[in-house]
DNA sequence: AAATAAATTTAGTTATGTCTAAAAATTTTT
DNA sequence: AAAAATTTTTAGACATAACTAAATTTATTT
């Protein structure tokens, strides 16, 4: 069994190999998880030995088989749970992630499927990301972001790429959530930003906040 | 905050003074925690510090007020999560008390409330065990335990005083569970044992068993 | 009330996971 | 291709929470 310090370690290389499909640095871990380089280093031969991690000194790390099964299955943990928060005891989206960080290391297997199957099988969690199954498999939706699709586009938000409050909350205050209509309306090329029309509304986005919105992609 | 070791000792000393009404000794502790008392007196001067308890060398341990409060609480969330993990998720009642011991560490008290909310503001746990309040308040009902009855009683199960496995596995065994009518047959004064008669079949329980067994008290 | 036994505490170690400061390796710039 | 800058690792410390062994205090016998 792994320790809780090992488990964050294993969901942060994870998120980051998600955005870059590189191998992940010993810089880009302690930015997430605000530890020291030298600790991360301590870390990963930790995890070397325990063969969760390809790790060469000086050459980044990547995730072994098994350690990222491990780490799919927090993050099954961390989006079931997310979803009973919101779902059945009235969180709102915005809240839930704090929560669900902590509740992603309960070990029980058969508290995990009990609830799953208490859900309904969600495929999604209610910041409209995949939910990995039992064997983990992540559902493949395609999509895209806001920001790279043109002038004129009109379409339905599949879901969020960040799970931070803030950004949630400001979502929340401009009208957003799962299953809004967007329409583009203009584009600014000097910052990237867009002006968009929500439930007959019209608002100036930054490209930041377009980037983390997700489109279906036809 | 404190630490998850210092929430078991807190739990740990609760228990015990449940039981005993007396200062709690170093050695009960170490017995309950399966740490060595050396373990156990580092911890308690560490709990001192923090005035969660109040102690002095060799003249063992109770809980201060905020211990106290602090301890309730986390009784309050095991038996939460117990009562959510049997009557939604369907987990049987001697599966659940490992489980909870994680889940009651959970810090977020809008979680707890809410799931409070969610259940009904239950009184009872699946064990018949009362559930404090957000105030720490312990419903009170006056009950027996089975083995202090006389032979001829009749009588519905309130509840039961241990937790563990086997004993609860063995009890739904012997088709006991919370309200089911028992009434004494016999009794066996060389063991204490009893003979009961349990939806209509008659069975030999030890002191032991009747012992953790709660009846109804007018 | 001594002597013995039992319980408790102290002293000294250990493993985990963190840190800072310094050294080494890699990457970028000139 | 050197020099400079950045990144990463090593070395040495520290806090937590555990341990064993030895010393001390308290409780029980005789």
Redesign the interface.
């Known amino acids: 069994m792994n320790t809780l310090a090992e488990e964050n370690y294993l969901k942060a290389i994870l998120n980051i190999s998600f955005n870059t499909n590189k191998k992940v640095s010993t810089n880009e871990i302690s930015n997430v998880l605000k530890t020291s380089p030298a600790s991360v280093t301590d870390m990963l031969k930790k995890l070397l030995e325990k063969k969760l991690v390809e790790y060469e000194k000086y050459k980044g790390v990547e995730l072994s088989n098994s350690g990222k099964q491990y780490a799919i299955n927090i993050l099954r943990k961390h989006r079931l749970w997310e979803t009973f928060?919101v779902e059945?005891?009235?969180?709102n989206w915005s809240?839930v992630h704090?929560?669900a960080e902590?509740?992603e290391h309960?070990?029980?297997t058969?508290?995990i499927d009990?609830?799953d199957a208490?859900l309904g099988y969600p495929k999604f969690d209610p910041h409209g990301e995949p939910i990995p199954n039992k064997e983990g498999v992540i559902p493949n939706v395609k999509s895209t972001s806001l920001d790279q699709m043109e002038v004129g586009f009109a379409g339905h938000v599949l879901g969020v790429t960040i799970d931070d409050k803030l950004f949630l909350d400001y979502l929340t205050k401009l009208n957003i959530k799962i299953g809004t209509k967007i329409e583009i309306i203009q584009k600014i090329d000097f910052d990237k930003s867009l002006i968009v029309r929500i439930e007959n509304i019209q608002n100036h986005i930054s490209f930041d906040v377009a980037k983390n919105i997700l489109i279906k992609n036809n």
């Not at 059945?88 to 969180?91: A, D, E, M, R, S």
Request: proline share 0%.
């Open positions: 928060l059945h005891l009235g969180f809240e704090e929560i902590e509740l309960i070990k029980s058969k508290l009990k609830l208490f």
